[in-house]
């Protein structure tokens, strides 16, 4: 591996044997000149002494402060990403990579390089994903503020193991982790902001990948300026992610629960009115009942569209749940489920204007006749949605079959 000097030590140069690269370290960078040079003499310094073939590259994401001339001027491959955005950046890093394995890291001087060796050995023993976890290894005071520390990561943390089953997974925002090029590649990741580290936790999770996590710490950045980070933009963007990433939690158990409950509702009020307390139900209330199990319907089809199109378009790994669902609910069943269900409201209609006719469609009893009218009305909406659905379902499915 061809080198070249600076008066401190020696560096990599950019022109190293590809082939004989093991780890790429790589340093997503926006006008980071105060902190950058720490960075890359402290990754530089750890491989060395670790006896690891490495490489460092700064992914410049439109740098106007000189940090790109600094990179290049410590030995570091310097990859200029003209889409803005912490994912673009370390996309385009990540993509000019020569090594096998892969530590990404801020290069605010936030995180401690040193502990290079501890996402080596995890790699080299079978994980495709390291995460670091600043709560196992210490943040130090000042290094994240209060409402990070003790309720945003937490919470965002335990929505994220909730929703994706990551278990071993205690710190989703760590910007310290390694990772398997080849995994990597496989995840096939989307998101341009920083949203990025969370959807690479997420997909490994769904891909059924080995995610392991390994003790880092916090320090205080050294930068002069304000982060790049955004407390409120980016909590709000790592729960939208969750939420989109996840049909169940967004759709399907809001959709189960308001079927649920206005399926319980409607039974309890379809004999009569039921009084509790001073407070008297009656087919107001029942209407409602109604109105949720429609809405619940929505919610479990749109789990269902969405779950088969983040499948097609590769966002989700395939589904052998979802596979067992089309091989018996077809289109066919789908319709013939709609017609039965219009059918049972038709009937139901015709019980209701038949009730009418014998008033010579006079005034109605309402309290008794909505009774009627809205479980009919209901069955005949939910044919239609029925239907419907089950069409949209089998577009969706062309590209499958």
């Not at 004989?20 to 002494?49: F, G």
């Amino acid at each position: 591996m061809t080198t070249f000097r600076t008066p401190e030590m020696e560096y990599p140069s950019k022109t190293a044997d590809k082939q004989s690269v093991e780890l790429s370290v790589v340093l997503p960078c926006l006008n980071e000149a105060e902190t950058l040079e720490t960075c890359i003499r402290k990754a530089q310094q750890t491989m060395r002494e670790a006896g690891i073939s490495g490489e460092v590259i700064v992914a410049d994401n439109g740098s106007t402060d000189g940090s790109p001339d600094i990179g290049e001027g410590l030995g570091a491959r310097v990859v200029h990403v003209l889409a803005k955005g912490y994912g673009s950046a370390l996309m385009g890093g990540i993509a000019a990579a020569s090594g096998k394995y892969i530590v990404m890291g801020d290069a605010d001087a936030s995180y401690d390089f040193g502990h290079i060796p501890r996402f080596i050995e995890a790699l080299r023993n079978g994980a495709d994903l390291v995460m670091g976890n600043r709560f196992r290894g210490g943040i130090q005071k000042g290094a994240m503020p209060p409402l990070h520390q003790y309720f945003g990561n937490p919470a965002l943390t335990w929505m994220g193991r909730l929703f994706f089953r990551s278990r071993t997974v205690g710190d989703f925002y760590c910007g310290l982790r390694g990772f398997r090029k080849q995994a990597y590649e496989k995840m096939r990741l989307r998101t341009t902001g920083m949203e990025f580290a969370t959807e690479m936790v997420v997909k490994a999770t769904l891909l059924n990948m080995r995610v392991v996590e390994v003790p880092t710490t916090l320090s205080p950045d050294g930068r002069s300026r304000p982060p790049h980070l955004r407390t409120w933009r980016d909590g709000w963007r790592t729960l939208r992610f969750f939420l989109l990433y996840s049909p169940r939690w967004l759709f399907l158990y809001p959709g189960i629960a308001l079927m649920l409950m206005g399926s319980l509702l409607g039974l309890w009020l379809l004999p009569g009115p039921r009084t509790v307390g001073i407070v008297t139900f009656d087919v107001h209330t029942l209407l409602y009942g109604a109105a949720f199990v429609l809405l619940g319907f929505q919610g479990i089809s749109f789990a269902v569209f969405t779950k088969l199109f983040a499948v097609s378009e590769g966002l989700h790994p395939p589904d052998a749940l979802l596979d067992k669902f089309f091989r018996y609910i077809t289109l066919e069943v789908g319709l013939a489920v709609g017609a039965l269900l219009t059918l049972a409201g038709l009937a139901t209609s015709l019980v209701a204007v038949a009730g009418w006719s014998s008033r010579n469609f006079a005034a109605l009893d309402y309290p008794h006749t909505m009774r009627i009218v809205i479980p009919g009305v209901l069955l005949l909406t939910l044919g239609a949605q029925t239907v419907f659905a089950s069409f949209f379902l089998s577009v969706l499915g062309l590209q499958r079959r």
